[in-house]
């Protein structure tokens, strides 16, 4: 951050009112930091859009015990080795495992990856959670 600058903006009433609900939801303790992560939350969502780099995680849950699963997985996460910066694998209990594969590339790989993980017969439920390397924002 360069400095800080103070400026004025208008808006509705209820808007504002609206606003500083969700803020003190989110425990914000004033609206200037409430209002630069909002900012900064739709330009993260332009870096996706645009193709820049993105970085972040995909978590997966499956089953490990359906047969060749974890093989299949391991191949497809070896196809997006560029992609991939590393994963942790947690046993949940004893049939059901938890992955994450935390990410860094343009928002198309890191999807494409995170579709084909989730198609996979065995995976139960797969999340993808992308945000920025700090580049651009």
Do not use: P
Not at 2 to 25: H, P, Y
Not at 80 to 107: P, R, W, Y
Request: hydrophobic residues 40%; glycine residues 6%.
């Amino acid at each position: 951050m360069t400095g800080l600058v103070r400026f004025g903006i208008s808006t509705e009433k209820d808007l504002l009112a609206k606003f500083d609900r969700l803020m003190n939801d989110r425990g914000y303790t004033n609206r200037s930091k409430a209002f630069s992560d909002l900012v900064r939350q739709e330009l993260v969502k332009r870096e996706w859009t645009e193709g820049k780099e993105v970085a972040g995680a995909i978590i997966m849950i499956y089953d490990h015990h359906k047969r060749e699963l974890v093989n299949k997985l391991m191949d497809i996460q070896h196809d997006f080795n560029k992609v991939i910066m590393s994963t942790q694998h947690i046993h949940l209990d004893h049939d059901n495992c938890l992955e994450i594969v935390a990410i860094k590339g343009t928002a198309v790989e890191v999807q494409k990856l995170a579709d084909i993980l989730k198609s996979v017969r065995g995976v139960k439920h797969t999340t993808l959670g992308m945000s920025s390397t700090g580049k651009h924002i």
